[in-house]
Structures are given as structure tokens and as C-alpha cells.
T-cell receptor
Framework: KNEVEQSPQNLTAQEGEFITINCSYS?????LHWLQQHPGGGIVSLFM???GKKKHGRLIATINIQEKHSSLHITASHPRDSAVYIC??????????FGKGTRLSVIA | DTGVSQDPRHKITKRGQNVTFRCDPI?????LYWYRQTLGQGPEFLTY????????KSRLLSDRFSAERPKGSFSTLEIQRTEQGDSAMYLC???FGGGANYGYTFGSGTRLTVV
């Protein structure tokens, strides 16, 4: 079974700071998801990656398949970015395996 | 299509009661997944369906839990004789196929509180 580790578990940043959240996994995968969860809310998919890098607005996600590692970056962070960010991996046809999440608080 | 819908959003029940949750996936999606998330943890897999067939069940799914997807469309998750440890967010997701590239979409979840 894949083990998915995220770091840090909790992160507090000042508005405008550049933020990085890391995810590592133990077994080769076919793709990795970065997900966002607001308090009391459902989960929204931000990115699905199988290689390289993707960018959407102020969010950038990268993955290194050889090193089994992915990062999610947020540029010019804003209080509305405050949420839990979850990394999840998929191997072939199996259901997603999730990390425990990183709780981000951005302070104005 | 409005995405994956879950009903109810919140449920408070007394210990020992039975509860049933419903999930309506995206209509084109043939796979439907149930996950459970407790406070401070990532979601954990419970079970999934391809069309009406239940393909896999986690050992987390005790005999008090049952899930169905009778016509390959909506699904129900029933918990019998609820316990306080069942308090959690129950998340449903759907996808087409099962591979990584097929529109994995989550519902807003059903938050269960057992008192």
C-alpha cells in the first residue's frame, strides 16, 4: 500500500508570502492529485499531475516521478487561500490514497 | 450537470440508530467511491463501485456498514447501530473508468455526528 506523507502539517503565513507544501509517496504511481478542502466543505481538485509542472493562477504544482515527490506552491498568498491542502495518489485502477493534509492559515 | 451531490449535508443521530446517506455522481461517470474522513486526517477509502458492481471494500467497512448502487447511478451508504466512533465526514467521489485521467470529482460530504 502506498504511504503518502505531507509536510508541513500546519503552516501559518503572512499575506503575500510564497508558500510551499510537500508530498512524498512510497510506491510508483500513475498520477497525483492536489486537493483543497475548506472548513466544513467538500474537496475541490486543484491539479492532477503525472509528470512535470502545472500552473493555474497563483498555484503551481510540480512532480518528480523518480524521486516520488511533489510540491504545491502558492505565490502571493491571500487569506482566502486558507484551507487544508491534501495530496492523493493513484496507482493504475486503484482508489486514491490520501495524505493527512496540510492546514494553511494566511494572515492579513 | 451539477457535479457530485450528497444528501444530507449534516446528520445528527443517537447511538444505536441506523442512518443512510445518498450520493448522486456525475451522470457520465461509471465509478463511484465512498471515503471517510475524521478530524485532522485525510480521507480513507471505504468502498467503490463500477456501475452497479461493488469491486472493493476496505476492512474499515465493518458488517454494520453496507453500500449499494442498484442501477449503477446513485449510491447509498447505510450504517446500522451507529457508534460514536462513526462520527466523521463521509465523502463520495465519482470518475469515469478508473484511471488517473478521468475527471475525479468529489461531493461536499455528509457530516455525521453520533451522540
Amino acid at each position: 500500500k502506498n504511504e503518502v506523507e505531507q509536510s508541513p502539517q500546519n503552516l501559518t503565513a503572512q499575506e503575500g508570502e510564497f508558500i510551499t507544501i510537500n508530498c512524498s509517496y512510497s510506491v510508483g504511481i500513475s498520477a497525483l492529485h492536489w486537493l483543497q478542502q475548506h472548513p466544513g466543505g467538500g474537496i475541490v481538485s486543484l491539479f492532477m499531475l503525472s509528470s512535470g509542472k502545472k500552473k493555474h493562477g497563483r498555484l503551481i504544482a510540480t512532480i518528480n516521478i523518480q524521486e516520488k515527490h511533489s510540491s504545491l506552491h502558492i505565490t502571493a498568498s491571500h487569506p482566502r487561500d486558507s484551507a487544508v491542502y491534501i495530496c492523493a495518489v493513484i496507482e493504475g485502477n486503484t482508489p486514491l490514497v490520501f495524505g493527512k493534509g496540510t492546514r494553511l492559515s494566511v494572515i492579513a | 450537470d451539477t457535479g457530485v451531490s450528497q444528501d444530507p449535508r449534516h446528520k445528527i443521530t443517537k447511538r444505536g440508530q441506523n442512518v443512510t446517506f445518498r450520493c448522486d455522481p456525475i451522470s457520465e461517470h461509471n465509478r463511484l467511491y465512498w471515503y471517510r474522513q475524521t478530524l485532522g486526517q485525510g480521507p480513507e477509502f471505504l468502498t467503490y463501485f463500477q456501475n452497479e458492481a461493488q469491486l472493493e471494500k476496505s476492512r474499515l467497512l465493518s458488517d454494520r456498514f453496507s453500500a449499494e448502487r442498484p442501477k449503477g447511478s446513485f449510491s447509498t451508504l447505510e450504517i446500522q447501530r451507529t457508534e460514536q466512533g462513526d462520527s466523521a465526514m463521509y465523502l463520495c467521489a465519482s470518475s469515469f473508468g478508473g484511471g488517473a485521467n478521468y475527471g475525479y470529482t468529489f461531493g461536499s460530504g455528509t457530516r455525521l455526528t453520533v451522540v
